[in-house]
């Protein structure tokens, strides 16, 4: 459950196990306070607008800002250092968001794939827990051989992890070139 909780060391183990992500990019408290201005320029270098700034600890969307320009990635990493003192930055897409459960522990299965359908420009915490405003597809409207590979990922995330008992595995599917 630690790995999957914090969003910075997961990704790293989804890189070492060759699973596809968004860019992302990172940072901390400590190397903000020392030098924003160095940190906001290897953020723009290495992510286009618009970029998605998340607490690397936390769920539920809590402290997660969506960002097109510099003052509002001031304003959104200066939020997510609120709740944590690393950061994970990722690359915003034009993109659907399946996801699937992963259930087991010596065997692992996952579940059908759903697909969340935002009510407002992002799944976020109002959204979530507050207006439920959202709509879903279950099963998600998608191809059989996108929904066998999504659930194959699903369970390589899982077992990279270590994940045991129940998982979300959440996935994007970019609306322009069909990646997941």
Known sequence: SSVGMD????????????????????????????????????????LNYPIFVKPANLGSSVGISKVTNRDELLVGINEALNHDSRIVLEQGIDAREIEVAVLGNDEVKASIAGEIKPAKDFYDYEDKYINGSSTYDIPALISEDDVSNIREMAI??????????LSRVDFFIDKNSGEI
């Open 7 to 46: 969003k910075l060391i997961c990704k790293k183990v989804f890189t070492e196990i060759g699973l596809p992500q968004v860019n992302y990019t990172d940072t901390n408290k400590w190397e903000f306070t020392k030098d924003a201005e160095a940190e906001l320029n290897k953020i723009e270098k290495e």
């Open 156 to 165: 390589k995330a899982f077992k990279g992890i270590d994940g045991k008992g």
